[in-house]
């Protein structure tokens, strides 16, 4: 390992997503001054402490976060991860993510995100419910249909979504007040298709884009060797669909470790070792491998679909695929990200490839607001035709700010990549409609 490099990197998840929107803009020449403070910082943030009364009769203090980084364009939207680590610069960057996201998939949405520093592996669902019931009262109205939307994210799943649906039903009496929170179970207003949203939107994306031609000599998902980083809702499910796409899963890991096998893997087979065992490792017939040997695996298409700042100065030599889809938010540093294009190794970024998410969440707040209960086909179909249209139009711009760079336009750097073109794709859209709907007062 380069111990200097790791050294000179910053790990900060806010520092890297602000140099990704910097290292955007460069390519951005109609920008109206004195905005690009204003899109690249939050809104609001939210801190809450509150205590727990525990199992065992105890009394924890617990610290939560909502940020609305912006919603010119419609309510916040955004997940809330339970998990350790959970910071507030951490929760600021993935709620910049979500602007960035949902104004490239062009959603009525702006962008927000929560989190909770707990580790829910050692919670009972109890004190999880406990903890998710009063998060959400001392938000108050900081959430709401209109306002800012919650969703899934890292160890939170529909029975958290129902218990903020529910609280927040109890807060506001006699409003249908479904659309307060997505990924919600079928019965109370989830929507079909939201659970296998995320990854089925990163199958649909990696298709459109190897269609297009922009990775040589993989034409297509079948048959391309596929390593992916975490087994959870996006990775485990990003497994399934492309193992069912025709892919040879080569290489799988969580939270415990990974394990390879080059003739390939059945992830039906795995989750259900998971299931049983509490992890991949250990499935019969693979080899046990660490989740650095996953990134570094002989594969096609590596799926980062686990944690932020994975792939970073240190490692990025390491990766051997072709091909980055981004399932995670954030698994890339910006050093990694330089270092994998001046190798030509193409990163699909994550404000595209995990936007699969938010968009069947999209479906479900309007289901909620209407009423209305959509079939699998309708949402589906919804799905593919918004995640290749947002893959076709990151392909189109990124040969249009290829061609401007060819032409001289001083970038400060070696060209466009897929993620600066997405980025400009999102910041245009913000910048006009702040400037549409003019400042206020
Ligand atoms: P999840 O809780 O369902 O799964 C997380 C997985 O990552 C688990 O298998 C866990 O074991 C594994 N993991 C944790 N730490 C790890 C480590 N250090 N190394 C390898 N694996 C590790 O979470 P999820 O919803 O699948 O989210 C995963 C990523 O996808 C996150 O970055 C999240 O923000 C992003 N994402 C999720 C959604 C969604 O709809 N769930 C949407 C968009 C983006």
């Not at 962008?111 to 959400?136: A, W």
């Not at 570094?296 to 051997?320: F, G, H, S, T, W």
């Not at 060209?415 to 859209?429: E, F, Q, Y």
Request: charged share 25%.
């Amino acid at each position: 390992m380069d111990m200097q490099s790791t050294k000179a990197e910053n790990l900060d998840l806010f520092v890297n997503a602000q140099l990704q929107f910097k290292r955007a803009l460069t390519w951005i020449d109609d920008l109206k001054a004195g905005i690009v403070d204003y899109l690249i910082n939050p809104n609001r943030t939210i801190h809450v402490r509150f205590p727990i009364h525990m199992d065992d009769e105890s009394i924890q203090t617990f610290h939560g976060f909502r940020v609305l980084h912006n919603r010119v364009r419609g309510p916040g939207k955004g997940g809330i991860r339970y998990h350790p680590d959970v910071t507030e610069a951490e929760v600021s960057a993935l709620a910049a993510f979500m602007t960035w996201k949902t104004a490239v998939v062009d959603l009525p949405f702006g962008g927000g995100k929560g989190g909770i520093v707990c580790n829910p592996k050692e919670l009972s669902r109890g004190e999880l419910r406990r903890i998710t019931r009063r998060f959400v009262t001392e938000l108050g109205d900081a959430i709401g249909p209109y306002t800012d939307i919650p969703a899934p994210d890292v160890y939170t799943d529909q029975q958290t979504m129902a218990w903020i649906y529910d609280t927040f039903d109890m807060m506001h009496p006699g409003e249908n007040n479904l659309a307060v929170v997505t990924g919600k179970p079928l019965d109370i207003g989830g929507s079909v298709g939201r659970n296998e949203a995320t990854a089925k939107g990163s199958l649909f994306a990696t298709q459109q884009l190897l269609k297009r031609g922009v990775v040589a000599g993989l034409p297509a998902v079948q048959d391309a060797r596929v390593a992916i980083q975490g087994f959870g809702n996006a990775g485990g499910t990003a497994a399934r669909l492309f193992y069912e796409d025709g892919a040879r899963i080569v290489a799988v890991s969580d939270s415990q470790g990974g394990i390879g096998l080059d003739s390939g893997i059945d992830p039906n087979k795995v989750l259900a070792h998971k299931k049983k065992h509490g992890s991949v490792v250990g499935f019969p017939g693979c080899t046990d491998i660490s989740n650095e040997e996953l990134l570094a695996y002989d594969c096609d298409i590596l799926i980062p679909a686990a944690l932020e700042c994975q792939i970073r100065a240190d490692n990025a030599n390491n990766v051997k695929a072709r091909l980055i889809v981004e399932a995670a938010n954030g698994p890339l540093t910006m050093a990694a990200d330089e270092n994998l294009q001046s190798k030509n190794i193409l990163v699909l970024p994550d404000i595209v490839a995990n936007s699969g998410g938010v968009v069947v969440s999209y479906f479900e707040w309007v289901q909620n607001l209407e009423n209305q209960q959509w079939d699998l086909e309708k949402v589906e179909k919804l799905l593919k035709k918004r995640m290749t249209r947002a893959v076709d139009e990151t392909v189109d711009r990124w040969t249009a700010l290829d061609e401007k760079y060819r032409s001289g336009f001083n970038g400060s750097h070696s060209g466009p990549n897929l993620r600066d073109a997405a980025l400009v794709t999102a910041i245009k859209r913000i910048a006009t409609v702040v400037l549409q709907r003019d400042i206020w007062p």
